[in-house]
Nanobody
Framework: QVRLVESGGGLVQAGDSLRLSCAASGRAFSPIGMGWFRQDPGKEREFVASLPWRGEDTYYATSVKGRFTISRDIAKNALYLQMNKLKPEDTSLYYC????????????WGQGTQVTVSS
């Protein structure tokens, strides 16, 4: 069983930065890939960024490209999202997810961490 725990959310002002972390645990944790998503009440979960667990590629939503950076530490089983130049529209509940069984399908999710950006 895989467990994902996000942290690092908070209340910041527009233009500020935050770094989200996702700690993964579970026997022989070795996902195919991991990603960050966000979701507002009443809306569908929205893709933010992703990467293959063992690879150099990174993928971003157009709305965050150039401002957010996804990274991972394989030794620590950790995923990160550095968020710079935050905007009020970045306000959301941020989740990390893991692709374990097959690429492109997220099998596990964390509980989410709230990011609120004031104008």
């Amino acid at each position: 069983q895989v467990r994902l725990v996000e942290s690092g959310g908070g209340l910041v002002q527009a233009g500020d930065s935050l770094r989200l972390s996702c700690a993964a645990s579970g026997r022989a944790f070795s996902p195919i890939g991991m990603g960050w998503f966000r979701q507002d009440p009443g809306k569908e979960r929205e893709f933010v960024a992703s990467l293959p667990w063992r690879g150099e590629d990174t993928y971003y939503a157009t709305s965050v490209k150039g401002r957010f950076t996804i990274s991972r530490d394989i030794a620590k089983n950790a995923l990160y999202l550095q968020m710079n130049k935050l905007k009020p529209e970045d306000t959301s509940l941020y989740y990390c997810g893991a692709q374990v069984a097959r690429a492109g399908h997220y099998d596990y999710w964390g509980q989410g961490t709230q990011v609120t950006v004031s104008s």
